[in-house]
């Protein structure tokens, strides 16, 4: 069935160093990959997205990158902030006809100043 | 503009009761979806709705059902509430609901069950 598998639960890293989380899905008709940030107690908010159709997508600090022959696909953030700290969700989307989103566990990211 | 609202934002009932909750998708988007997420989790697809009509059903029991008005509002109604329903329940809209699109979030309405 449908499935997303996201690593790790938890990173932590120090302000201005890279953070790097991996997302793997199952469906291969999957082709539009959103990634959302999720502070305490606050709305999912979409930080940037992918379609199947591209390989990288930059936005400032934040990148995606997508292998489709592997399923996989993973969120880039550089120069780090103590904002940036919140649980980030990765998600899947295979069908052209319905928004329903399979998402990863979260990952928890901690940046200490 | 205004994002997704969702209302109420807090709601606490007891086993067996039923409940609903509300969702008002950004202006012009017309489709609407509700998702479950359980402390710790990632949020869980329930329904989608387009144009008043039901586009995507999750793994769901029928205690689970949920509708769509002309202005694209939306309702989720639950019935006879488990202790396992206590949950976030967020609400998502989209421009046309096609699956690649961006779908943004509500606040959610967090319900904890008694």
């Known amino acids: 069935g449908e499935n997303v598998e996201q690593h790790p639960s938890t990173l932590s890293v120090q302000e201005g160093d890279s953070a790097v989380i991996k997302c793997t899905y199952s469906?291969?008709?999957?082709?539009?990959f959103p990634w959302y940030k999720q502070e305490l107690g606050k709305r999912p908010q979409l930080i940037i997205d992918?379609?199947?159709?591209?390989g990288e997508k930059k936005d400032q600090r934040i990148a995606v990158t997508l292998n489709k022959t592997a399923k996989h696909f993973s969120l880039h953030i550089t120069e780090t902030q103590p904002e940036d700290s919140a649980v980030y969700f990765c998600?899947?989307?295979?069908?052209?006809?319905?928004?329903?989103?399979?998402f990863g566990t979260g990952t928890r990211l901690q940046v200490f100043p | 503009d205004a994002g997704v609202t969702q209302s109420p934002t807090h709601l606490i009932k007891t086993r067996g009761q039923h409940v609903t909750l509300r969702c008002s998708p950004i202006?012009?988007?017309?489709?609407v979806s509700w998702y479950q997420q359980v402390l710790g989790q990632g949020p869980q697809f329930i329904f989608q709705?387009?144009?008043?009509?039901?586009?995507g059903r999750g793994n769901f029991p029928d205690r689970f059902s949920a509708r769509q008005f002309p202005n694209y509002s939306s309702e989720l109604n639950v019935n006879a509430l488990l202790l396992g329903d206590s949950a976030l329940y967020l609400c998502?809209?989209?421009?046309?609901?096609?699956?690649?699109?961006?779908?943004?979030f509500g606040d959610g309405t967090r319900l904890s069950i008694l």
């Open positions: 998502a809209s989209s421009l046309e609901g096609s699956g690649n699109q961006p779908q943004h």
């Open positions: 469906d291969s008709a999957s082709n539009y």
């Open positions: 992918i379609r199947s159709n591209v």
């Open positions: 998600a899947a989307s295979r069908d052209h006809n319905t928004d329903k989103l399979i």
């Open positions: 202006s012009g988007h017309k489709s």
């Open positions: 709705y387009y144009e008043k009509e039901e586009r």
